[in-house]
């Protein structure tokens, strides 16, 4: 038994709390179009930080999303994103928010959080809506590989939304094999039913929901002060609608 604790040891010792954080498309700490239940800069006690991003998308039609994130006090974020849609009028606006709550305070293994946003969507006829949700994430090792997977469980609301639609996507953030890449390629995937906005999105949800996939590769990842990552993702992976995008965050602690 002595020696089955001691092994239990070595292994909670050889996987330390080390999950890099990044922004989605939206500007969220999150996964490819998810949020997670981390902060941006998380763990590094930083009372302000902030990042920037761009985002371009093509799935038979171009779309440039930039964003901002500004997190503070290692506990809270908000910010927001625009999403320009090639040859249209249709520009959205979302604005959003998160406060993990659990651990209040350092970096857990586990984490949860609350968020939401407000959505401009300039469609025709425009409309807004607004989505609540619950995030939960857990880092673990994957084949030897630290993976943070996350659950989100939430509710866009509006004039236009069904009543009895639940939000919903999972997925997970991989230190791809770290012993060829020394942390500097992480492996994104989830699942959702819904996109980061409720209409108009690259992300293209619909009714099969949809399965993304990408690669990010946090270039400055050894600076404690300065971030800089470059993402490469295939979105909607698995139906006939599927798309690419590339985009870039840059940011730093204040």
């Given at each position: 038994?002595?020696?089955?604790?001691?092994?239990?040891?070595?292994?909670a010792?050889?996987?330390?709390?080390?999950?890099?954080?990044?922004?989605?498309?939206a500007?969220?700490t999150?996964?490819?179009?998810?949020?997670t239940?981390?902060?941006?800069?998380?763990?590094?006690?930083?009372?302000?930080?902030?990042?920037?991003g761009?985002?371009?998308?093509?799935?038979?039609?171009?779309?440039?999303?930039?964003?901002?994130?500004?997190?503070?006090f290692?506990?809270?974020e908000?910010?927001?994103?625009?999403?320009?849609?090639?040859g249209?009028?249709n520009?959205d606006?979302?604005?959003?928010?998160?406060?993990?709550?659990s651990?209040?305070?350092?970096?857990?293994n586990?984490?949860?959080?609350?968020?939401?946003?407000?959505?401009?969507?300039?469609?025709?006829?425009?409309?807004?809506?607004?989505?609540?949700?619950?995030?939960?994430?857990?880092?673990?090792?994957?084949?030897?590989?630290?993976?943070d997977?996350s659950?989100?469980?939430?509710?866009?609301?509006?004039?236009i939304?069904?009543t009895?639609d639940?939000?919903?996507?999972?997925?997970?953030?991989?230190?791809f094999?770290?012993?060829?890449?020394?942390?500097y390629?992480?492996w994104?995937n989830e699942i959702?039913n819904?996109?980061?906005?409720?209409?108009?999105a690259?992300?293209?949800?619909?009714?099969?929901?949809?399965f993304?996939?990408?690669?990010?590769?946090?270039v400055?990842?050894?600076?404690n002060n300065?971030?800089?990552?470059?993402?490469?993702?295939?979105?909607?992976?698995?139906?006939?609608e599927?798309?690419f995008?590339i985009?870039?965050?840059?940011?730093?602690?204040?």
């Amino acid at each position: 038994m002595k020696k089955v604790l001691r092994v239990l040891l070595i292994v909670a010792v050889a996987a330390p709390l080390s999950a890099y954080t990044s922004t989605n498309i939206a500007g969220q700490t999150g996964l490819i179009s998810t949020p997670t239940a981390r902060i941006n800069w998380e763990g590094t006690n930083s009372n302000a930080a902030m990042t920037a991003g761009y985002n371009y998308f093509y799935n038979g039609s171009g779309y440039n999303v930039p964003h901002l994130n500004i997190a503070l006090f290692d506990r809270v974020e908000v910010g927001g994103a625009f999403n320009a849609a090639e040859g249209t009028n249709n520009n959205d606006l979302l604005i959003h928010s998160k406060c993990r709550f659990s651990p209040w305070s350092g970096r857990g293994n586990s984490a949860l959080a609350v968020g939401g946003s407000y959505q401009n969507l300039n469609s025709s006829p425009s409309y807004s809506v607004g989505q609540a949700y619950l995030a939960a994430t857990y880092e673990a090792v994957f084949f030897g590989m630290e993976a943070d997977t996350s659950v989100v469980v939430g509710k866009t609301l509006g004039s236009i939304t069904r009543t009895g639609d639940i939000d919903f996507s999972m997925g997970f953030d991989l230190n791809f094999f770290p012993g060829v890449f020394n942390g500097y390629v992480r492996w994104l995937n989830e699942i959702a039913n819904y996109d980061f906005l409720y209409g108009n999105a690259p992300t293209r949800a619909g009714t099969r929901g949809t399965f993304h996939t990408g690669f990010r590769v946090p270039v400055l990842k050894s600076l404690n002060n300065v971030k800089f990552d470059v993402t490469m993702k295939m979105t909607d992976a698995l139906d006939d609608e599927r798309g690419f995008g590339i985009g870039f965050v840059f940011g730093g602690r204040l």
